[in-house]
């Protein structure tokens, strides 16, 4: 039962893959609602009386920002009839420090989500190459094929780069204004995500598995 609905492990060919560019908006998507939404939560408040209820613009977000995600996780169902591992948990740890936020009327658990979700994902990858694991693979799998040595040290500078992505968020929310936190969320946590896969460029090149050339038929 647990193979029909986790996501298959990589190299199954019997794994649904879904387009990098879809995958890419489900996964940025909801950052972008958190985002507009903190932003204009107070005139969203004074439009829909309702969301005052929530609190202020920053939890109106955070829920947004949880039926945003269980929305791209229920697209990512729909599409492959299973559930991606990193997804799945980023958003039961969206859904348990966002109750807490909104329940608790405390922000906190909205600035330290980030901190959680990149810490265990780091702890995680690296923890799983400790056993001789390269669990990058399972988000990476559709977009490139890499041999084991290529998939373990891309593992590695991932786990140290979430790692290094937790670290950051402390430092910016606990130093600076809310705004300037929420800012960076989006707009600084993506060029440096960005930039940092675009330098892992040439090691994947380096192990990438090169596929033969199939063959041309001539009618």
């Given amino acids: 039962m647990t193979s029909r609905i986790l996501e298959r492990a990589p190299g199954d060919p019997r794994k649904k893959a879904i387009n990098p560019a879809l995958k890419f908006a489900l996964e940025l998507g909801p950052g972008l609602v958190f985002f507009f939404v903190t932003l204009r939560g107070e005139w969203l408040a004074a439009k829909f009386p309702i969301l005052a209820s929530i609190g202020e613009p920053i939890l109106i977000a955070t829920a947004f920002f949880m039926v945003a995600t269980a929305l791209s996780l229920a697209v990512s169902w729909l599409l492959t009839r299973s559930l991606p591992i990193m997804p799945l948990v980023s958003t039961v740890v969206v859904f348990v420090f966002g109750a807490l936020a909104l329940y608790l009327q405390d922000k906190t658990f909205a600035f330290m989500k980030p901190t959680i979700i990149n810490a265990l994902f780091g702890t995680v990858l690296l923890v799983g190459l400790a056993f001789r694991r390269s669990l990058l693979a399972y988000v990476f799998d559709s977009a490139f094929e890499l041999d084991a040595e290529g998939w373990r040290k891309l593992t590695l500078r991932w786990g140290v780069f979430f790692l290094f992505l937790a670290v950051l968020n402390e430092v910016v929310w606990r130093n600076f204004a809310e705004n300037t936190w929420l800012f960076f969320k989006v707009w600084g946590t ?15 090149l380096r192990h990438e598995i090169k596929q033969p050339a199939q063959e041309k038929h001539t009618s």
């Fill in 190 to 204: 993506i060029p440096i995500t960005t930039l940092f896969t675009i330098a892992q460029m040439p090691l994947i």
